[in-house]
């Protein structure tokens, strides 16, 4: 199944580190940030989910649930926490599905339809493609999709500056322009008509008809 920005999350029930996890019971109408891994006790994951960790107060701010997969089985991933909170500073905060026959890796298009067999005997090589980043909103529709390579530790950062400018334009009718940061000028999206602008953002910049920029809504 492949899926693209503005589809509907496929649900899911799955064995996680936190019990048996609903997907569509368990988000609510909360934003989730869904992160995938290809292996237990790989080297750049390891990492990540330390840096997830450490950042979850950031994501819980935003109104986020957080949700790890990896393909291995969940008795794996509690010894996995293990190593992560020892090298890291910190464990997972945050539920891990554990995802050994392939099933959600396979319905999030992040492996074949026809991919056979579990996650037994499959090295990280063999799930190359499970490294993928999902943000879904409320409505349960995909506003963001990332795959990494195994070797490019992912950008968490980067991931929270994504996640304000999506938050921003729900809210107010703009968009973020190339290498914006919070509190940076914004731009006014093509769907706000010049009378409306005017309104919503006295004092706009017009640079060309089709680009406007405000300060930043508060």
């Known amino acids: 199944m492949t899926l693209a920005i503005n589809d509907l999350a496929p649900d899911f029930t799955a064995d996680s580190t936190e019990g048996k996890l609903h997907f569509y019971d368990w988000a609510g109408d909360n934003w989730v940030l869904f992160f ?32 790890g997969l990896s393909v291995d089985p969940v008795g794996n991933h ?3 926490a293990a190593d992560i909170a020892e090298t890291q500073g910190i464990g997972p ?33 063999h ?8 943000i879904i909103g409320p409505d349960k529709r995909i506003k963001l999709i990332l795959v990494y390579p195994m070797t490019v530790g992912r ?4 991931i929270l500056r994504v996640i304000d400018s999506i938050q ?18 914004v731009i006014i999206t ?3 008509s010049n009378e409306e602008a005017d309104k919503l ?16 809504p508060k």
């Open 36 to 67: 995938s891994h290809p292996k237990d006790f790989t080297p750049v994951c390891t990492t990540e989910l330390g840096a997830v960790a450490r950042l979850k107060p950031e994501f819980d701010k935003r109104g986020f649930k957080v949700l």
């Open 78 to 80: 509690d010894k996995w």
């Open 93 to 125: 905060n945050f539920p891990m599905i554990g995802d050994t026959d392939l099933a959600v890796s396979k319905l999030y298009g992040m492996l074949p339809a026809d991919t056979a067999g579990t996650s037994e005997g499959r090295t990280p090589a």
């Open 127 to 134: 799930n190359a493609t499970v490294r993928n980043v999902f």
């Open 155 to 158: 950008n968490f950062q980067e």
């Open 168 to 185: 921003l334009n729900a809210k107010h009718r703009v968009a973020t322009p190339a290498d914006w940061k919070q509190g940076g000028d």
């Open 190 to 192: 093509a769907a706000v």
């Open 201 to 216: 953002f006295p004092g706009y910049k017009t640079h060309k008809p089709y680009l406007r920029t405000t300060p930043q």
